[in-house]
């Protein structure tokens, strides 16, 4: 959620923000809703002095046996205004916070301003392609040869978007997210956790998936309570510390989660439909920040070193890419997509996004810091990147590392994971 005031005052600001984003600026609502919330306001207030002052004088006259029936009669008419107008200013504070919650972040000044992907800025990169002797195969072909992958059983069972794995698929799976759990919490500092799978809608606003995208969300109902099906661990994970005030010497924090993730995929019918790529059901170690202002952007530099980390020692050919204005998430302010090579495509495809949101999450979600030099309370920064989707690194791996024969190279950094094996099926 943006600041208020930061709107207000400074509204074209936000509003070449939004034309950045490739979005239409539309303040004129929120802003005339502020404006009669201000007016509204200020009326209560006076009624409210009037009432304290009217009950002093009341009481005064009381103790002087002095007559006060007709300063109680006006009381009785201030009284009906002041409850109209505190209703009539909930009603506008609601109405105004909808508006605000529609809002996404404001860009960073270092994001290039431009279209997906045509915007977007290449960083650098890591390894070459490999050059086969062989015609690759694409994982959607490779997996259920070798018997490892079955989409149509999974069809069966859940439609469209889903799959079994099987044997030393399903290991592999296993042994990825291990790995990747001890190089973030072993190595990188982060704290391990295991969050909850199902949210509240207020979890969901405070990280920005609601109210703006809950068509790309799976939602329950279980007796009164509806919970959401998390489509990242960064919903819990952000959350950890909602309503929380932190202290500066306690920044910056770093979780490290595994979790399921669950999304619908809305508007995408059509799209990446074969394979792993875009399921409803899949596998992420996440990793989430709360920082400083001071030390946000320096965070998300070594979170996107953190994710690369995965990338280098599984050995697979990769770049990082500066998202531009228009590629960006809604809550972000600045976004690096790590791309990793496949073969199947003769393409880079997205395998990671680490994003620094400001504090855009944190007001949305009240988490605060207390300064260590004194001073108000501010909103922390917070930040979360993929590091890395487990389904995506699967994919990676099969076709990067696969062999003529249908057999896998096992990269040395991922032996220890899988019994000491260099190829699977060993």
Request: charged share 30%; with cysteine; hydrophobic share 35%.
């Amino acid at each position: 959620m943006l600041d208020l005031r930061f709107i207000t005052e400074s509204p074209e600001a936000v509003k070449k923000s939004v034309r950045d984003r490739g979005g239409t600026p539309a303040l004129e609502p929120l802003l005339a809703l502020d404006s009669e919330r201000r007016t509204t306001l200020r009326r209560v207030e006076e009624l409210r002095h009037r009432q304290r002052e009217s009950g002093e004088e009341i009481a005064r006259r009381g103790r002087a046996k002095e007559d006060s029936s007709a300063l109680k009669e006006e009381m009785k008419g201030v009284s009906t205004e002041l409850k109209e107008l505190e209703a009539l200013l909930e009603t506008l504070e609601a109405q105004l916070k909808d508006e605000l919650l529609l809002l996404p972040n404001v860009p960073d000044a270092s994001v290039p301003v431009g279209p997906d992907p045509g915007g977007n800025v290449e960083m650098r990169r890591h390894g070459e392609p490999r050059h086969f002797d062989f015609p690759p195969k694409a994982h959607w072909d490779l997996g259920p040869e070798v018997g490892i992958l079955d989409f149509t059983r999974a069809a069966r069972v859940s439609g469209s978007r889903f799959a079994f794995y099987f044997g030393w698929g399903a290991r592999l799976e296993r042994a990825l997210v291990q790995f990747m759990l001890d190089l973030h919490t072993r190595e990188r500092g982060y704290t391990e956790v295991i969050p909850p799978y199902l949210v509240n809608a207020q979890a969901l606003i405070g990280t920005g998936n609601l109210p703006k995208f809950e068509q790309d969300l799976f939602k329950t109902h279980a007796g009164e309570k509806d919970l959401y099906l998390i489509p990242t661990a960064e919903v819990p994970l952000t959350n950890i510390h909602a309503q929380e005030m932190l202290e500066s010497t306690d920044l910056p924090k770093k979780y490290a989660a595994f979790s399921p993730c669950f999304r619908s995929e809305a508007g995408s019918y059509g799209k990446d439909v074969r394979g792993l790529i875009r399921n409803h059901q899949f596998h992420k170690v996440e990793l989430v920040k709360f920082a400083t202002p001071e030390t946000s952007m320096e965070e998300l530099e070594t979170m996107v070193l953190d994710a690369q980390e995965v990338l280098k020692r599984l050995e697979l050919p990769h770049r990082v890419v500066l998202l531009s204005t228009e590629a960006m998430g809604f809550s972000s302010a600045k976004t690096y997509d790590l791309e990793v090579f496949l073969p199947s495509q003769d393409a880079f495809r997205e395998i990671s996004s680490c994003s620094n949101c400001t504090d855009f999450q944190a007001r949305r979600a009240a988490i605060r810091y207390r300064p260590s030099g004194g001073g108000k309370p501010r909103f922390c920064h917070t930040l979360n990147g993929s590091a890395l989707a487990v389904g995506r690194t699967f994919i990676a791996m099969l076709e990067n590392h696969q062999e003529k024969d249908g057999s896998l190279r096992v990269p040395e950094a991922l032996r220890p994971y899988l019994g000491g094996a260099s190829r699977l099926p060993d």
